[in-house]
């Protein structure tokens, strides 16, 4: 049972129509010459065959029993009287008190002819490893699983990954290339209000296999690599995994899903695919404190919305005014602007007939780097970044700092080369905003970059290198990007 925590128990899903395949009739027209990929069902047919828990009751009241055990607990006897107990019999289990340790329990269960013994502990839930169970009967449960399944089947578990579904996936060509036309369509077409029916349920349909396959063939689609964003996840129901094909075993926990692209795969089959998660915008929420690739592959585009909108508002009507960026806007209308793009997307309006302080779209717009849970300088390349700015020959500072620069991910080397240049044209207003490469530099260091420890000591101490780098920045832009 102590497998019933490893890794080999996660597992991931894959929809129902693998269990059961839907009629022609019921598949949208596009989608007709879809044909589903080979489920296997080797792992599903172990689970079913597995032994089934069987509670040993104690006959007599145990005194001092806990509240959160029931008759299954006999008090304290020895390893042996829990043998005879279980009678040899496959699946029945105890719960015992240690005679050498008291106020310690252990789960006493029988498995391949032996019987074996698990230190339980409870929490408010009850568990032998890293999965937590709401009865001794589930756990008890998921355990034979597991101990069956990677008892009978390790050989094969341990070649799961070795043809994978995922990296072949030609049963998915024609309505790969359907989806990308429809995809395709949608970015150059104003949005119709008299979508059917069959055109929403039909994306429902698709597995977020296809789906990712129809996105990555999508001539559109930038492409940013992006790493999946794995969580434990329990699955309802019999489930898939999507990228070896085979049956994700257990009751809870059986695999991660992919939080941003909705991917589901064991859990050792996680450290296998490839970077090339696709977010759905069905699961980006909003679009502050998102992060930023994540962001703008959900919305396919180059740079974050938030980005492009408010720096082009800014060069509107904003360029020359005095403190731009130093100054700050009224705290409640930034917010009001935060919650506009989280709500409405590209769609928010922030022209001056809504806000006419251009100082509350500046202030949106750093709140916007500042929420990043990674910033546009990562937290990867910051110690670089700073030491690049220690250099003394500037000739061999600028030259470090490009080299820096070539580390970042590609959505936020375009988002800081796009900011760059429009702060440039800040600067090039400075006689009537005041607002010099230095102090746009002071203003968006620690914006832009923070150190990954959150230690306000050196917060401080970086601070003149952070506006240093953006100054570098600022004014070798042409030549740095």
């Keep these: 049972m102590a497998a019933s925590s490893n890794s080999s128990l996660s597992g991931s899903s894959v929809s129902s129509v693998c269990s059961e395949p839907r009629s022609q009739s019921e598949l949208p027209k ?8 080979i489920w296997k069902s080797y792992l599903y047919q172990l689970q079913q065959e597995a ?15 806990p509240k959160y055990y029931g008759r299954e607990f006999h008090g304290i006897i020895s ?30 269960l029988r498995f391949g002819n032996q019987t074996l013994n698990y230190r339980l502990f409870h929490d408010g839930k009850h568990f032998v490893g890293e999965k937590r169970f709401e009865s001794i009967h589930d756990l008890v449960t998921d355990g034979l699983i597991t101990l069956y399944i990677e008892t009978k089947a390790a050989e094969y578990i341990s070649k799961m990954t070795t043809n994978p579904i995922y990296e072949h996936i ?92 909705g991917l589901n795969v064991h859990k050792q089959c996680s450290k296998h695919v490839p970077n090339d998660c696709q977010p759905d915008l069905k699961r980006i929420k909003k ?55 989280d709500r409405d997307g590209e769609k928010a309006d922030i022209s001056a007939n809504v806000y006419p302080d251009i100082n509350i779209i500046t ?5 916007y780097f500042r929420d990043l849970p990674i910033p546009v300088i990562t937290y990867d390349t910051y110690s670089k970044f700073i030491d690049a700015a220690k250099i003394s020959n500037a000739d061999e500072r600028l030259e470090a700092v490009h080299e820096v620069l070539m580390l970042l991910p590609p959505a936020h080397y375009e988002t800081l080369r796009y900011l760059m240049i429009h702060l ?58």
């Design 79 to 108: 390893r042996e009287q829990a043998d005879e107990l279980l009678g040899g019999v496959e699946g029945a289990y105890i719960l015992r008190e240690s005679q050498r340790q008291p106020g310690c329990y252990t789960l006493a």
């Design 51 to 65: 032994p089934r828990p069987k509670r040993i009751i104690c006959p007599r009241e145990v005194e001092n029993r």
């Design 287 to 341: 679009v502050y404190c998102c992060d930023l690739t994540t962001l703008v592959k959900a919305h396919n585009t180059q740079r974050p919305m938030v980005v492009d909108i408010c720096i082009r508002e800014i060069e509107a009507r904003g360029l020359k005014s005095e403190g731009l960026y130093r100054v700050s806007g009224f705290t409640e209308h930034i917010e009001d602007v935060k919650m506009a793009f």
């Design 363 to 367: 202030g949106a717009l750093k709140l």
């Design 30 to 37: 596009y989608a007709e010459e879809y044909q589903p990929p």
């Design 424 to 481: 440039k044209k800040v600067t090039m207003n400075e006689k009537d905003n005041f607002m010099n490469a230095e102090n746009l530099g002071i203003v968006f260091g620690p914006t832009l970059m923070r150190p990954p420890e959150d230690s306000t000591l050196t917060t401080l101490h970086d601070m003149r290198y952070q506006k240093l780098i953006v100054q570098i920045l600022i004014e070798n832009e042409d030549v740095l990007f």
């Design 170 to 261: 030609g049963y998915a060509t024609l309505l790969r290339e359907k989806v990308s036309r429809r995809l395709s369509r949608s970015k150059n077409e104003p949005r119709k209000t008299n979508v059917t029916h069959e055109e929403h349920t039909a994306v429902e349909k698709i597995s977020s296999l296809v789906r990712r396959a129809a996105l990555t063939h999508n001539d559109n689609h930038f492409n940013y690599e992006k790493t999946h964003n794995f969580k434990v996840h329990t699955f309802r129901g019999p489930h898939w995994c999507e990228y070896c094909a085979n049956f994700m075993w257990g009751l809870i926990a059986q695999g991660v899903r992919c939080s941003d692209c």
